[in-house]
């Protein structure tokens, strides 16, 4: 199968990873595989295997996400049989593209909490194919827009960074950082976007008790950053809150932290929390869009109302008294239960599936 895989720009977000993930394992598995991004360039782009055909329709950056010069052309000389859409504006294209091909099964993706653009409602009901990363997404779609259930899949995140074994304690790093023995590290990774919401963590650790020893790690970029830096700042938490920056691989952060924590307001499934379980760590998360898939309730992970601080500091502070010999058999299960519902071969195998039933030809 010929794959046209659509992405506006492949900047350091859950999504985008999960677009470089697909891209290499359709060309992995023998599949022509085009990734077309908008805009040139992105933190991600070096991460693209050399096996897949890379094209982005922008000349030079302009940094609009939605312009796509020449997208029809480039998808008349692709000529494939399917084109995935990833991420919101990729997702406005897809009716347009499938009315302009209508031979081609356009697939859209829904992988965002935020409301959708009007061009992504409109363009629903026009595409071959669905694909939710979440159940709740899934059930919140088909209750909003009228489409019939056998037009939605789901089909959850792949793990982007699986531990290859149960390494040891990163204790180097937590020294970098000045992280004792038993100090607690909460870690956060996400872009930095208002929705990601890392100022409520800040607020949240600010109120844990005072005697408690804690680091809360918000590791990523972007516009919300200088924020949060000033939050910190102004409460004279520099000691306990740290940034470590952009990583494109976190997986030291996991090895060196021991909870995650999360307060997004915008989700449909965290790429970061189905990480973080793969490394072991309990998780501790406001109840957005699909969080309760990314862990087992109340076993592995905790979602707390939002808003409700006092919920979400009694979820940490059980964590931080519980003794060793438990934290090593919740951890147990976490690994076991990211990589048995994450595992990239069997998400993989689940999208070609796909393909393979939208490209086939009707049963006579």
């Known amino acids: 199968m010929k794959i046209l895989l659509v992405q506006d720009r492949l900047r350091s977000g859950g999504t985008e990873r999960q677009s470089v993930l697909l891209a290499n ?3 992995a598995a023998g599949h022509p595989i085009t990734l077309l991004t908008f805009r040139p360039g992105g933190a991600l782009a070096s991460t693209v295997a050399p096996s897949v055909t890379r094209i982005a329709l922008q000349p030079c950056d302009t940094g609009l ?18 084109v995935l859409c990833m991420g919101r504006m990729a997702n406005c294209y897809g009716g347009a593209l499938q009315k302009r091909f209508p031979a081609t099964a356009v697939v859209a993706t829904l992988r965002t909490g935020k409301p959708l653009p ?70 956060c990774v996400a ?3 208002p929705e990601k919401n890392q100022r409520e963590l800040i607020e949240i650790a600010a109120g844990l008790p005072p005697q408690s020893d804690w680091q809360l790690w918000l590791a990523g970029d972007g516009p919300a950053r200088a924020a949060c830096e000033a939050s910190v700042a102004a409460k004279n938490l520099g000691a ?71 919920a979400f500091r009694g979820a940490l502070t059980r964590l931080m008294a519980e003794p060793q010999t438990a934290r090593a058999v919740r951890a147990a299960e976490a690994r076991a239960f990211a990589r048995t519902t994450f595992d990239p071969e069997h998400q993989v195998s689940a999208y070609l599936e796909l393909f393979r039933t939208l490209v086939a030809p009707p049963a006579a």
């Open 25 to 27: 394992a359709f060309a």
């Open 65 to 82: 996400d939605w312009l796509a010069p020449g997208l029809a052309r480039a998808v008349q000389r692709a000529q494939p049989d399917i």
């Open 118 to 187: 009007r061009l992504f409602r409109q363009s629903l009901p026009r595409v071959r194919h669905i694909v939710a990363n979440s159940r709740e997404a899934r059930d919140r779609l088909l209750a909003r827009q009228r489409l019939p259930a056998a037009a939605v899949s789901v089909i959850h995140n792949a793990l982007v960074f699986p531990p290859v074994s149960a390494l040891a304690r990163n204790d180097a790093l937590r020294a970098a950082y000045q992280a004792g023995p038993d100090t607690t590290v909460m870690l």
């Open 191 to 193: 872009m930095f976007r």
């Open 240 to 310: 306990r809150v740290k940034f470590p920056g952009f990583h494109r691989d976190p997986s030291p952060l996991y090895r060196a932290a021991d909870i995650a924590v999360h307060a997004s307001r915008s989700e449909s499934l965290s790429n970061f929390l189905i990480e973080a379980q793969a490394h072991g760590l309990p998780a501790v998360a406001g109840d957005a869009q699909g969080i309760r898939e990314c862990f087992v309730p109340e076993r592995t992970g905790w979602a707390i109302a939002p808003g409700d601080r006092a």
